[in-house]
């Protein structure tokens, strides 16, 4: 199919219809969900669900993909599934605007082959990984601060990471749009070497990079 005859060799054409069979939830439509939804979307993965409770306001407008004078206050799942029925419509995407709770986490992400952090806060993003660790799905995070980025691959019998979300106190260096989207292209990256069961996954190790600095560095993680 010449929309992605680019995506060859590199993803050979088996793998093309591997990917259109495979299902992912992303959670989050904002910085880095935006970029996660265009990027997936285009390299041809068939099923998204995207969730988020939010709809866009102006604070959105320099780094978050999705939104534009003309979406603001709008809910982001539904602008998402606008766009990609713009971009791709071969993919089959689900718009779901609500909050991720204890009580509905599960439910949300069942079914998935993979689920992708695209959250902004800690207490949310351990909700998420407990249910996929749960439920046997790997679990892709990803956050910016300035112009920082972090990556990370959970599998199913991990055992707790919450350690790495604690921390969290929410922004306090901004949000860049470049930050986000190098992030989000890492977190697509290693989504698709899942479903694709690709080798160099980042588990085991956390990816983090200062596009300031131009520095990058892996970080070993004990998840035995």
Known sequence: MARYERNHPAISEAEQEILAKKRVLVAGC??????????????????LT???GDVFIQSNLNRQLLSSNDTLGRKKPDCAAERMRSVNPLVSLRPVSTFITEENAEDLIAGHDVVVDALDNGPTR????????KLKIPFVSGAISGWRGRVFVLMPDDLSADFLWCGEKGVIQGNLCFAASSTASVQAAETVKLLLDRPGLLHGRLLEFDLLSGQWEEIPLDLS
């Open 30 to 47: 904002g910085g880095l969900g935006g970029y996660i939804i265009e990027l997936l979307g285009r390299i041809g993965v068939g099923h």
């Open 50 to 52: 995207v969730v988020d």
């Open 126 to 133: 351990i909700i998420l990984a407990r249910a996929a660790r």
